[in-house]
């Protein structure tokens, strides 16, 4: 097929990674659709233009409307911040442009809603994409580890954790939502749901442990230190849960930026009635299996996902060789591509973003209000 014209919306850190997915995906998919880099789009002054010039896009702009229906555009991966997700999502949705956006596409459920559109739409749930994930939600399909029973799911990260990181977009209500939740949460509601199937009613807890911060005196890549004056955090810092899934199972999922000591500390422990599953994201090629008959003094054996399991097969020829994070977006930019390539959902849809977005929303509905609540089917 003709190489499809794609353009790149935000240019902080996960700009450049969706940018350097689309150019590995040739080297570890050669059937997938080509792809040509039309434009980036940033207001950070210059931040465009030096992005073009660094990765080959054709030109750049300032205006990410610029790109809206642009004939030479057929899909647009959006990497702005939360708050600029609806607006920017419905545009391109209502133009018929296909979309790779990153989660938790907006700040509400309802503005992922408001996304719908003709095109294919796959969110940024990279954690799913990981061999070692697909392996367990295999073993769990097969009945290998019985009926589930409960687990525990944790995103512990210390991005937050220093009191003079700066009070970006990600520390305010307006921008960023609801914290953690969004920013955390939903790679953990993602994550629940695609290994263990629907949640059926939470109840929640959250809490901010620095509640104030120095503004920054410019814009802001990543995580940095800031040196204005101080402002209040207005969004979630850490929060817990406990789930009921519809299958009568029990899990719990806790979440939180400021976690001193804890870089990256994501994974899950699942429990069944014959069996347990076991994954560390820093450990991402391993996969702690415990499974026998003897129930009780089961040993867990770490297991390395090979060339069958997953997308393993298209990085490694062997088990035992470690993939890394960007790999896992290379995996999501290739299945976005085939997605609009055989106008096809693969990987991680809307439908998902909405309903990880359902949960949190609940799970604030619960911190505030002490309750149990209910989610619908």
């Known amino acids: 097929m003709a190489a499809l014209g794609v353009a790149v919306v935000g240019f902080g850190w996960m700009g450049r990674v969706h940018t350097q997915a689309y150019a590995r995906v040739p080297h570890h998919y050669p059937a997938a659709p080509p792809v040509r880099l039309i434009s980036v789009a940033d207001d950070v002054p210059g931040r465009a233009a030096e992005a073009a010039g660094r990765y080959g896009f054709a030109d750049s702009t300032a205006d990410w409307r610029d790109l809206v229906g ?12 939360n708050f600029l997700h609806r607006a920017m999502g419905s545009a391109f949705a209502a133009a018929g442009q296909h979309i790779w956006i990153e989660k938790p596409v907006g700040l509400t459920a309802d503005d992922a809603r ?173 996969l702690g299996v415990s499974a026998g008959s003897s129930y009780q003094d089961e040993p867990v054996r770490t297991q390395y996902v090979g060339p069958h399991d997953g997308d393993f097969g298209a990085f490694q020829p062997g088990a035992g060789t470690p993939m890394g994070y960007d790999d896992l977006k290379v995996i999501e930019a290739a299945r976005f591509l085939r997605s609009v390539a055989d106008d096809q959902a693969y990987g991680a849809t809307l439908a998902d973003a909405i309903r990880a977005a359902e949960a949190l929303d609940a799970m604030e509905q619960s911190a505030a209000s002490g309750r149990w609540i209910t989610l619908d089917r």
């Not at 642009?70 to 911040?81: G, K, L, N, Y």
């Open 70 to 81: 642009d004939p030479r555009v057929q899909a647009v991966s959006i990497t702005a911040p």
């Open 114 to 286: 408001a996304i719908a559109g003709a095109g294919q739409v796959t969110v940024g749930f990279n954690y799913r994409n990981a061999p070692a994930v697909e392996k367990a939600r295999a073993i769990i399909a097969e009945g290998g580890i019985g009926a589930v029973t409960h687990a525990r799911f944790r995103f512990l990260s210390d991005y937050a954790a220093h009191p003079e990181g700066a009070l970006s977009w990600r520390f305010e209500r307006a921008r960023g939502g609801n914290g953690v939740l969004g920013d955390l949460g939903a790679h953990g509601v993602d994550l629940i749901r695609y290994l263990l199937g629907e949640i059926g009613a939470l109840v929640a807890d959250t809490a901010i442990f620095i509640p104030e911060r120095p503004r920054p005196t410019a814009a802001t890549a990543g995580h940095e230190r800031g040196s204005g004056a101080p402002g209040p955090v207005e969004n979630d810092d850490w929060f817990g849960s406990l789930l009921r899934m519809t299958s009568g199972a029990r899990v719990t999922l806790d979440c939180s930026r400021v976690a001193v000591g804890e870089q990256n500390s994501y994974g899950f422990e699942i429990h069944g009635t014959q069996g347990a599953l076991l994954w560390d994201f820093r450990r991402m090629g391993e």
